[in-house]
Every structure is written in C-alpha cells, then in structure tokens.
C-alpha cells in the first residue's frame, strides 16, 4: 500500500516536472517566436522604407532631368532668342538671357551655345562669360547628346510638324562625366515662339545647359526629400545604405548616388530590446518573476500607447497649422488680386479712352497691345481671384430665374468671331425639354460655359465646336463638343488640377494658366454638379457636366 502511494507520488512529481518542462518550452517557443517575428517585422518595415525612398529619388531624380528642359525651353524659345543668336550671334545679349539668366533663375553651372556646324560660339561658367576652349573638354563631353538632338532636328524639318513653339523645338537631355564629376545635362534648339520670325535653312542653334551633381546639389535633394547624408560613392567604395545608379542614355553607369535610409523597424526593435531581455530574465529566474516582467511589458506597451497618442496630437497640431496657412494662402491671393485687379481696371479704362482720341496708327497699335495684355491680366487676375475664394469657402452661388436659351446663345455668341477667324463651325441645340426658364446661377453657368467654349476653339484647329443641353433624371445635362487634337488617356486623370497644361508649350502658344478647368470643377461642384471628360487623340474631346435645376418661375418657349 504504502509502496503503491509511494509510487502515485513520484509518478505524480515525474508528472508535474514534466508538465513544468513542456510549460517552460512552450513559453520558451513563444518568447522566440515572438522575438523572431519582431525581427521579421521590424526588417521588414526597414526594407519597405529604403524601398520607397529608392523609388522616391529615381522619380525625384527624373524630375529634375525633365525640368532641366523647360528651364532651358523657358529662353531658347523666343522670337528675341532666335534673332539674337541665329541670324546672327549677340554676346552681349546671350550673357543676360542664357549665361546669367540660367544661373540666376534656374541654378545652372554651365552653358553653352552650339552653332549651326556644332562649334562653340558661347560658354558661361557659374554664370560668367568663358572662352570656348575653357569649356572644350565640357562641350566634347556633350557631343553625344548634341548628335542625338540633331538627328532629332533632322527628323523634324523633314516632317509636316509645326515650325514654331516648344512643339517645333528639339529637346534632349541626360547625364554625363565631364571633369571627374557627373553632370545632369539638356539641349534644345533655338526655336521662334511666334510665326513673326522667319525661319533660316539648316540647323539651328543649340542650347546646352546643365548642373553638376555635387555637394550643393546633394544638398538639395536632403532638403526636398528628407533623405539623410546623400553622397556620390567612389567607384570602389562600399556600399552602406541604399543606391541609385546614375546612367546616361545607354545605359552606362556614371556614377552611384547613396543615402542612410531611415529605419524605423531597427528603432523599435531597439526600443523593445530592454523589456523583451527583463522579461527572458524573469522567465529564467522563476514563474512568478515571469509574471512581474509580463505586468512591465504591458506596461511598456501603455507607455508607447501614450507616446503614439502624443504624436497622434502632434500630428493632429500640424495639420491644423497647414490648414489655417492654406486659409492664410487663400486670404492674401484674394486680397492681393482685388489690390491689383482695381488700377488695373483704370489702367484699361484709361486706354479706352485714349483709343477713342487721334492717334496715330502705330500709337494706336501700342495701345491695342496694352489693353490686349491687360484684358489677359485681369482674366488672370479674376481666376486667381474665384480659385481663392473658392479655397476659402467664401464664394456663394446665387440662384435666380434664368433663360437657358438666351444664356447658352450669349455665351456662343461670345465666341463666334473667334470660331469664324479659325474657320470653324460653333453652335448649340437645346432640347425642348431643357428650353426656358430654370433656377441657376446664370453668372457662374456663363463663367463655366466660357471656359469649356474658349478652350474648344482655341484647341480645335478644324472641323466643329458644338453645345448641347437636354433634361435628365439628373437635372440639366450640358456638353461641349470638339473635333480637336483629343488628349491622351494618361493626361485626363491631371486634366483638372490648378494650374496643370497638356505640355509646357500651351501656356506659350495658346495662353492661359492652366486654372480655367480647376474653376469649372469647383464650380460645378459648389452648384451640387459633376464634370466629366472623354476625348481620344486626333478624334477631339467630350466635355459634360450636370446640374440639379428647379424650373423657373415663367418657362418660355425654346
């Protein structure tokens, strides 16, 4: 009897010893696991960071490459550049408008002027004027880039392409070695703005101008990008952190941008290492110290609990900052605008009035091109002024008794001359059941009608600009029709942004600011509307927009 008690008792210790066991292996188990998947976790956030970081300078990266074009577009196409330094080459002239103009305004450290047989005939250093030879070794440098451009050019004046504009000119651009450094490089011929020039045969001359990649440059990219220690590696150094390659055209590796990427993965795991290591202690120490150590993790937890709640604040801080300076922002552009709006209007007035004295004929054209000018000023002037008090929730929309015939044919009405010295056909139809009388905001209706019109017009080269109206369950349904050049599906998305152009030319061959289609947008959208677009290259574009409308108080025939 006493033997089998004896026996139940150690089978019972054997028992507990091993339930002890397989309890501290569990835990063992599940505090490596735990420590394996913080690891895992914690690389793995690391790996994401340097990842978006990487794909955040390559973009950056070609930005810049990409910007380097229209700074140098923003001189080189020009009525004034191609007289001064095709028909004839004015040195003088090309200090201040290539050599200090591009250093100053753009951060260029070199340019050049490349003649029509490829020599040398301008150099500027830092935005100082140099001899050709001082640059020689730069302008070989190039040479492959200028070859590629004039291969370009020659494609070009053998096609049916315009003449004039950034459409007309050659652009290339990319990275080269020149002097032991690396060099973001782009070219583009001297092209006329307008057709008042008359072009010269043969090749024109080219721009070349670009910006070393150095220590001021690198500096740049840590301020814009909130990379830390960006530097050019040697070409044996070792690699530490994440790198760009940087490439010319072919393919050829230049050099290798490098940066300490930021990882946040490594300070948290290191933030943990202290508790996580208390802990394993108790836990080889004994049960109840284990237990002890728990209670300080969780402890641990609540206070980075609080510290995620006091950034959450902080966060919560900054964006009403950003919100009250978007608010300040919209302020100051309405009140400056206004400011500048009411002499403007009295310099217009005033030139009204003098057109209506003797004047002789090129007076009289000087003043046309100054209330010309000026009437495109106050038309900016009154978008910028819409847009900010649209951003300052400050614009009401007023709903009256309206004529949608008599509306929609002033609007086209406004345009017909326009239409007619293009040589192109602009009407509208209205619907029966869309004709009379409706309770919109006739100005903002008008506004709205206008730009969709003036847009279609000035981009439509042939062919028709139409405007329908008709009812639907949705309200009025509007549409403006042309049979334009299209816009390609990948810009349609960016169609509707402030200040966003097909391509940077427009602003130069057409006008404008690329704000007309944002303000429709808000409009519409402040009148309880939505626009939409569809348009496909070389088939013109669809605009539509709807509009909840009540019916007036007299509905008139159509």
């Given at each position: 009897?006493?033997?089998?008690?004896?026996?139940?008792?150690?089978?019972?210790?054997?028992?507990?010893?091993?339930?002890?066991?397989?309890?501290?292996?569990?835990?063992?188990?599940?505090?490596?696991?735990?420590?394996?998947?913080?690891?895992?976790?914690?690389?793995?956030?690391?790996?994401?960071?340097?990842?978006?970081?990487?794909?955040?300078?390559?973009?950056?990266?070609?930005?810049?490459?990409?910007?380097?074009?229209?700074?140098?577009?923003?001189?080189?196409?020009?009525?004034?550049?191609?007289?001064?330094?095709?028909?004839?080459?004015?040195?003088a002239w090309?200090?201040?408008n290539?050599?200090?103009?591009?250093?100053?305004?753009?951060?260029?450290?070199?340019?050049?002027?490349?003649?029509?047989?490829?020599?040398?005939?301008?150099?500027?250093?830092?935005?100082?004027?140099?001899?050709?030879?001082?640059?020689?070794?730069?302008?070989?440098?190039?040479?492959?880039?200028?070859?590629?451009?004039?291969?370009?050019?020659?494609?070009?004046?053998?096609?049916?392409?315009?003449?004039?504009?950034?459409?007309?000119?050659?652009?290339?651009?990319?990275?080269?070695?020149?002097?032991?450094?690396v060099?973001?490089?782009?070219?583009?011929?001297?092209?006329?703005?307008?057709?008042?020039?008359?072009?010269?045969?043969?090749?024109?001359t080219?721009?070349?101008?670009?910006?070393?990649i150095?220590?001021?440059?690198?500096?740049t990219?840590?301020?814009?990008?909130?990379?830390?220690?960006?530097?050019?590696?040697?070409?044996?150094?070792?690699?530490?952190?994440?790198?760009?390659?940087?490439?010319?055209?072919?393919?050829r590796?230049?050099?290798?941008?490098?940066?300490?990427?930021?990882?946040?993965?490594?300070?948290?795991?290191?933030?943990?290492?202290?508790?996580?290591l208390?802990?394993?202690a108790?836990?080889?120490?004994?049960?109840?110290?284990?237990?002890?150590?728990?209670?300080?993790?969780?402890?641990?937890?609540?206070?980075?609990?609080?510290?995620?709640?006091?950034?959450?604040?902080?966060?919560?801080?900054?964006?009403?900052?950003?919100?009250?300076?978007?608010?300040?922002?919209?302020?100051?552009?309405?009140?400056?605008?206004?400011?500048?709006?009411?002499?403007?209007?009295?310099?217009?007035?005033?030139?009204?009035?003098?057109?209506?004295?003797?004047?002789?004929?090129?007076?009289?054209?000087?003043?046309?091109?100054?209330?010309?000018?000026?009437?495109?000023?106050?038309?900016?002037?009154?978008?910028?002024?819409?847009?900010?008090?649209?951003?300052a929730?400050?614009?009401?929309?007023?709903?009256?008794?309206?004529?949608l015939?008599?509306?929609?044919?002033?609007?086209?009405?406004?345009?017909?001359?326009?239409?007619?010295?293009?040589?192109?056909?602009?009407?509208?139809?209205?619907?029966?059941?869309?004709?009379?009388?409706?309770?919109?905001?006739?100005?903002?209706?008008?506004?709205?009608?206008?730009?969709?019109?003036?847009n279609?017009?000035?981009?439509?080269?042939?062919?028709?600009?139409s405007?329908?109206?008709?009812?639907?369950?949705?309200?009025?349904?509007?549409?403006?029709?042309?049979?334009?050049?299209?816009?390609?599906?990948?810009?349609?998305?960016?169609?509707?942004?402030?200040?966003?152009?097909?391509?940077?030319?427009?602003?130069?061959?057409?006008?404008?600011?690329?704000?007309?289609?944002?303000?429709?947008?808000d409009?519409?959208?402040?009148?309880?509307?939505?626009?939409?677009v569809?348009?496909?290259?070389?088939?013109?574009?669809?605009?539509?927009?709807?509009?909840?409308a009540?019916?007036?108080?007299?509905?008139?025939?159509?």
């Amino acid at each position: 009897m006493m033997r089998a008690m004896t026996n139940i008792a150690i089978k019972s210790r054997r028992e507990l010893r091993l339930i002890l066991v397989l309890g501290l292996a569990v835990l063992a188990i599940v505090l490596a696991s735990a420590l394996g998947a913080m690891t895992f976790a914690a690389r793995a956030v690391d790996r994401a960071v340097a990842a978006e970081e990487t794909s955040l300078m390559i973009r950056t990266l070609e930005r810049r490459q990409a910007k380097l074009i229209e700074d140098i577009a923003s001189a080189s196409v020009w009525d004034d550049a191609y007289e001064k330094t095709v028909f004839g080459f004015d040195q003088a002239w090309a200090d201040e408008n290539y050599g200090v103009y591009y250093a100053t305004y753009m951060s260029h450290d070199r340019t050049l002027a490349f003649g029509a047989d490829g020599r040398v005939v301008y150099a500027s250093d830092g935005g100082e004027g140099a001899g050709a030879a001082t640059l020689s070794g730069f302008a070989a440098d190039v040479a492959p880039l200028l070859a590629e451009l004039r291969r370009d050019e020659a494609r070009r004046a053998a096609g049916d392409g315009p003449h004039n504009g950034l459409q007309a000119a050659s652009t290339v651009s990319g990275l080269i070695t020149s002097g032991g450094d690396v060099w973001m490089v782009a070219l583009a011929t001297v092209t006329p703005e307008t057709t008042k020039v008359a072009l010269k045969r043969g090749p024109s001359t080219v721009i070349a101008s670009g910006r070393r990649i150095d220590a001021g440059y690198l500096k740049t990219l840590e301020e814009d990008l909130g990379v830390a220690q960006p530097h050019l590696l040697k070409p044996r150094e070792a690699v530490q952190g994440v790198v760009v390659p940087l490439a010319d055209a072919s393919g050829r590796v230049l050099g290798r941008l490098g940066w300490a990427p930021r990882q946040p993965g490594a300070g948290i795991l290191g933030d943990a290492a202290v508790p996580f290591l208390l802990i394993l202690a108790a836990f080889l120490v004994a049960t109840g110290a284990l237990v002890r150590r728990v209670t300080k993790a969780l402890g641990s937890l609540a206070a980075n609990d609080a510290k995620l709640e006091s950034a959450l604040d902080d966060l919560t801080e900054a964006r009403d900052r950003a919100e009250a300076a978007s608010v300040a922002k919209s302020q100051f552009l309405a009140n400056i605008s206004h400011e500048i709006r009411t002499p403007l209007n009295g310099v217009l007035g005033m030139a009204q009035i003098m057109e209506r004295g003797e004047l002789a004929p090129v007076q009289r054209s000087h003043l046309a091109i100054i209330r010309e000018s000026g009437a495109t000023l106050l038309t900016l002037l009154n978008d910028v002024l819409d847009l900010a008090k649209m951003e300052a929730g400050k614009l009401e929309i007023q709903h009256d008794d309206l004529d949608l015939g008599a509306a929609v044919s002033g609007t086209c009405a406004t345009f017909m001359a326009l239409a007619h010295q293009k040589d192109l056909k602009l009407g509208f139809a209205i619907e029966p059941s869309a004709a009379g009388v409706w309770r919109l905001d006739g100005m903002r209706l008008n506004q709205v009608l206008a730009n969709l019109i003036s847009n279609a017009v000035k981009f439509t080269a042939k062919g028709h600009v139409s405007v329908r109206v008709w009812k639907s369950p949705r309200g009025l349904e509007f549409a403006v029709l042309d049979t334009g050049a299209g816009i390609p599906a990948d810009r349609l998305k960016d169609l509707f942004g402030k200040f966003n152009q097909l391509d940077s030319s427009t602003t130069r061959q057409f006008g404008g600011t690329g704000l007309g289609l944002a303000i429709c947008r808000d409009l519409i959208q402040l009148m309880g509307g939505e626009i939409a677009v569809e348009s496909k290259p070389g088939e013109g574009s669809y605009f539509s927009f709807h509009l909840p409308a009540e019916p007036g108080a007299a509905r008139i025939a159509a």
